[in-house]
């Protein structure tokens, strides 16, 4: 089945700096891709779509200032916490649908703690 | 608007025995339904799925589900659970097959 990547796995940084969160689509190209945030014990919650070539659509309540989401390429999105803060500690999940097995794939995830 | 409601929050069960784990949807168009399972730390795995067809979906790990159109359910069974089975579980459902709609999880924890 298809593959969908996250580095890194996890990251620790301090208050008030950026971190950036890559999600590949290993063996397919993905027009959309989705970046979800999962608190504990909670459901994933969608936070933006991402589309190649094209300015990301973020949900309601979720600051596009403060999550920077770039798709520049058919296999790459990129999601940039910028001032980070403690509140921002969660665990960030992306997918990617492909169209060839019309099913949507989910990345293994990426935990990051701000100290 | 769709919604996916899963009723059971945490369920214990006896190592052996058999499960089911409830999800309730809202649509008023149709729908593709998914269950997923996240280990703990980890991503989500794809159980099952359904798009159209049969009403009982069979998925990996001895896992099933039924749609039901006229009470809009997607309940997962088990016929005897085992203790690697303990994790959570996600129900969700997708009108475009983009965007997914998850329900609050479903934390199965087996008892040796």
């Known amino acids: 089945g298809a593959v969908v990547s996250q580095h890194p796995s996890r990251v620790i940084c301090k208050s008030g700096t950026s971190v950036k969160i890559e999600c590949r689509s290993l063996d397919f190209q993905a027009t959309t891709m989705f970046w979800y945030r999962q608190f504990p014990k909670q459901s994933l919650m969608l936070m933006a779509t991402s589309n190649e070539g094209s300015k990301a659509t973020y949900e309601q309540g979720v600051e596009k200032d403060k999550f920077l989401i770039n798709h520049a390429s058919l296999t790459l999105s990129t999601l940039t916490v910028t001032s980070a803060h403690p509140e921002d500690s969660s665990f960030y999940i992306c997918s990617a649908f492909s169209g060839g097995a019309n099913e949507q794939f989910f990345g293994p995830g990426t935990r990051l703690t701000v100290l | 608007a769709q919604s996916v409601t899963q009723l059971d929050s945490q369920v214990p069960v006896f190592e052996e025995a058999p499960v089911e784990l409830r999800c309730n949807y809202s649509?008023?168009?149709?729908?593709?339904l998914f269950w997923y399972v996240q280990y703990p730390n980890q991503g989500l795995q794809l159980l099952l799925k359904y798009l159209s067809g049969s009403t009982l979906v069979k998925g990996i790990n001895g896992f099933e589900a039924e749609f039901n159109k006229s009470q809009t359910s997607f309940h997962l069974r088990k016929p005897s659970v085992h203790i690697s089975d303990t994790a959570e579980y996600f129900c969700a459902l997708t009108v475009t097959g983009n965007q997914f709609y998850f329900g609050t999880g479903t934390s199965l924890t087996v008892i040796p």
């Open positions: 649509s008023s168009v149709s729908v593709y």
